[in-house]
C-alpha cells in the first residue's frame, strides 16, 4: 500500500496525517512536496492535509489549489486515484473544482476549536463502510473558514445521490444543512473539514478515526 | 498599465463580516447603516500595451485564480 501526503508552505496536519496512514498501513507515507510536479510512482491514496496553506493568501486553499503537484493530483483524480482532504484540505479540493461548494468564513466569525459529534449520512461510500451499524462518530474540529456553501441545486444533487458523507449534530460554522463531509460523482474524491486523522489514538481523546482510514484503504 | 480588481460575495452569499461591520457601525451611533457588504481590491502591474488585450487576460485571472466563482464576483477596471 503506498500512500502520498502532500506538504504545502503552511500545512500543520501534514504529519498527524503520515501517522494515521502508517499506523493503518504498516507503511511510512511518502512526503510530497507542493513544488514537485508529480506524484511518486504507483501511488494508492493521496491525503491534501490540513494547515493553512500558503498562509490562507487571497481566500483559503486558493493558491494550493494551483501549485504544481495538485494539478497532477486534479489529472490523477479525475481518472480514478482515491484522494482525500481534510479541513484545509477540503478547501483545496472545492478551490480545484474536483468538489463542488465553496468552504466561507464561519457564520459566527470564531475560529471553532473542538471536538464534534457528525452524523454518519452515508455509511455505504468507501469512506465510511467500516462504520457498520454505527450512526455517529467525534472528530475534532478547527477551522475559520468551514462554512460550506453551495448553491440549492448542488445541495439538492449531493443529497440525492448520497454525496453527503457526514452531517454536524450540532453545527458549527453555519454550513449549508449541517454538511461536513462530501464525495465526488464518482466516490473517489472525499473531503471534510473535521480532522478524522487526529481521532486515531486513545490519547487524542477517542479513536472514531480509524475505521475511516480502514475503509478507505480496505477499499483500495 | 494598471488593473484594479474588486472582488467581493455574490448577492445573496451571506457576509457575516460585513454583517459584523454593520453591526459595529450601529453600535457608534450610525443607525442609517442597513448592511455591509466586505470585499477585497486587488492591483496588478501589467506591462501589457493594449487595453482591450489586457482586460482580457485578466478576466482569464480572475476565473481561474483571483476570485472563486462559485461565491464571488469580480469588477475590472483598467487604467493608464
Not at chain 1, 55 to 81: E, F, W
Not at chain 1, 199 to 205: E, M, R
Not at chain 2, 7 to 28: F, S
Request: with cysteine; hydrophobic share 40%.
Amino acid at each position: 500500500m503506498r500512500t502520498a501526503v502532500i506538504v504545502f508552505p503552511a500545512s500543520n496536519c501534514d504529519r498527524d496525517a503520515a501517522v494515521a496512514l502508517e499506523k493503518i498501513t504498516g507503511q511510512k507515507p511518502h512526503m510530497v512536496w507542493h513544488r514537485d510536479t508529480s506524484l511518486p510512482a504507483n501511488i494508492d491514496f493521496v491525503v491534501l492535509p490540513g494547515g493553512f496553506s500558503y498562509g490562507d493568501y487571497l481566500r483559503s486553499g486558493a493558491i494550493a489549489a494551483r501549485s504544481p503537484i495538485v494539478k497532477d493530483i486534479v489529472a490523477k483524480a479525475t481518472k480514478g486515484l482515491p484522494v482525500a482532504g481534510f479541513c484545509n484540505g477540503f478547501q483545496v479540493l472545492t478551490e480545484t473544482g474536483l468538489l463542488p461548494g465553496a468552504l466561507m468564513r464561519n457564520k459566527g466569525l470564531k475560529f471553532v476549536c473542538r471536538p464534534e459529534t457528525l452524523k454518519i449520512v452515508n455509511s455505504k461510500s468507501r469512506f465510511t463502510k467500516r462504520y457498520g451499524d454505527k450512526k455517529e462518530v467525534v472528530f475534532p474540529v478547527a477551522h475559520h473558514d468551514g462554512n460550506y456553501f453551495a448553491d440549492e441545486a448542488t445541495l439538492n444533487m449531493l443529497e440525492k445521490d448520497g454525496r453527503v458523507i457526514f452531517k454536524y449534530a450540532d453545527n458549527p460554522n453555519g454550513s449549508a444543512r449541517d454538511i461536513a463531509g462530501i464525495c465526488n460523482k464518482a466516490g473517489n474524491v472525499f473531503g471534510m473539514m473535521p480532522h478524522p486523522e487526529r481521532a486515531i489514538d486513545p490519547l487524542h481523546g477517542g479513536t472514531d478515526g480509524i475505521e475511516l482510514f480502514k475503509s478507505i484503504l480496505g477499499a483500495i | 498599465m494598471k488593473a484594479i480588481i474588486k472582488v467581493g460575495l455574490k448577492p445573496g452569499v451571506l457576509d457575516p463580516q460585513g454583517r459584523a461591520i454593520a453591526r459595529g457601525l450601529n453600535d457608534l451611533g450610525y443607525y442609517s447603516v442597513n448592511d455591509a457588504r466586505q470585499g477585497k481590491i486587488i492591483e496588478l502591474d501589467l506591462s501589457s500595451e493594449d487595453k482591450v488585450e489586457a482586460k482580457k487576460q485578466v478576466e482569464e485571472m480572475c476565473e481561474k485564480l483571483l476570485a472563486n466563482t462559485v461565491i464571488e464576483s469580480y469588477d475590472i477596471r483598467i487604467e493608464d
